[in-house]
């Protein structure tokens, strides 16, 4: 069985194929980073615009990298939301047509769930119930697993996502963008001490993120210190910054996992690139005795492998996916399951 994978939510068109053992035959991604970068964050138009152009060339790359046709694909999976509703339409209605002139089975696949998913490509023996913290740019949400394909989720950022927040601040310094691998390279040589952020607390007992909080607390300290990327202080801010966004991540995991007792961590993401958060998480883990798993980082990011997989796990537990000529996107959280119920 041959699974072609479709992802276009935001600013990277990505392929991938997969077949019936879970084995990634090819993963091509397409990063857009170079056309948003002069203006500091995506620009949801000019995303779109750059998927049309670029989904074709990426589709056959994929298939010319696992020796394929089109012809070979038996099931088609893509990303329905949530995500740039532009961006979205681009995949959706690319890989509806190939469907529909194939007469194959379409998989609508939900993005923060295929993010989760994307860890059971390099480990297929992650105990249940787990827990999965994910952290991207546009999302950053808590999930209770009770079992394979079940999501829970149990708390959300009631703001900014953790990787909007590092983006902005980065921004803000004229850094790049995306600021999160930057602020990542410069905070590994600098003194999280110097700085002191105080950390989000919630009113109520909630498991939610607040993180726009943080941003304007570092906005204040780049304004008061002047700071730039001359000054000498500079990599301590970057490093004391990222390490309280660390913190206020992991505060939350480590009181879910005194709630819910899982059996195992997961980490994912964007922004589960981030090596202080990949290592404190493993650290956190392994305080609580308990298996931490974190996908490789070209994994964490943005890319269609994972959404072939889960599409292959949901088939292999008996899920069918009949062509619906009227499937459409959806821009927010929804999950696939109660969007049109
Ligand atoms: O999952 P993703 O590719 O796209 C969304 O679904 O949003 O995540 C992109 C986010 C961006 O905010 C980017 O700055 C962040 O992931 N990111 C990182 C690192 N690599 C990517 N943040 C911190 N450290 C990194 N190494
Ligand atoms: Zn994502």
Do not use: W
């Not at 072609?4 to 084995?23: K, P």
């Not at 860890?119 to 079992?147: C, K």
Request: glycine fraction near 6%; proline fraction near 5%; aromatic fraction near 8%.
């Amino acid at each position: 069985m041959i699974i072609l994978g479709i992802e276009t939510s935001c600013d990277e068109t990505s392929a991938a194929i997969v077949n019936e053992r879970q084995e990634i035959l090819s993963s091509v991604v397409l990063s857009q980073n170079n056309i948003h970068a002069p203006y500091g964050g995506v620009v949801p138009e000019l995303a779109s615009r750059q998927h049309i152009l670029s989904i074709g060339y990426v589709v056959d790359e994929s298939l010319r990298r696992a020796n394929l046709s089109l012809k070979d694909v038996d099931i088609y999976a893509v990303t329905q939301g949530p995500g740039l509703i532009g961006s979205l339409l681009v995949g959706l209605s690319f890989t509806k047509g190939l469907a529909f002139f194939f007469k194959k089975e379409l998989v609508p696949v939900d993005h923060l769930e295929a993010h989760i998913q994307s860890v059971f490509i390099e480990n297929r023996d992650i105990q249940f119930p787990s827990l999965a913290l994910l952290v991207s740019g546009g999302h950053t949400s808590l999930y209770f697993l009770p079992e394979a394909l079940k999501f829970e989720m149990i708390g959300r950022s009631r703001d900014d996502a953790a990787g909007e927040a590092l983006d902005k601040v980065a921004k803000f310094l004229n850094l790049g963008y995306p600021g999160g691998p930057i602020i990542d390279r410069l905070a590994a040589e600098g003194n999280l001490q110097r700085f002191h952020f105080s950390l989000p607390q919630m009113t109520d007992k909630s498991l939610d993120f607040s993180f726009s909080g943080l941003k304007t607390a570092a906005l204040r300290i780049i304004k008061k210190h002047r700071l730039s990327k001359k000054s000498p202080e500079f990599v301590d801010f970057v490093a004391s910054f990222e390490s309280a966004v660390v913190q206020a991540l992991l505060t939350n995991v480590s009181r879910s996992i005194d709630e819910f007792v899982p059996k195992s961590l997961i980490l994912c993401g964007g922004v589960a690139r981030n090596r202080r958060l990949r290592k404190n998480f493993t650290t956190l883990a392994n305080s609580h005795k308990l298996p931490a798993f974190i996908p490789s980082p070209e994994y964490c990011t943005d890319n269609a492998a994972m959404v072939a997989v889960i599409a292959l796990e949901k088939i292999n537990r008996g899920e069918s996916f009949p062509l619906a000529l009227d499937l459409n996107a959806y821009p927010r959280t929804m999950g696939t399951s109660n969007f049109f119920s």
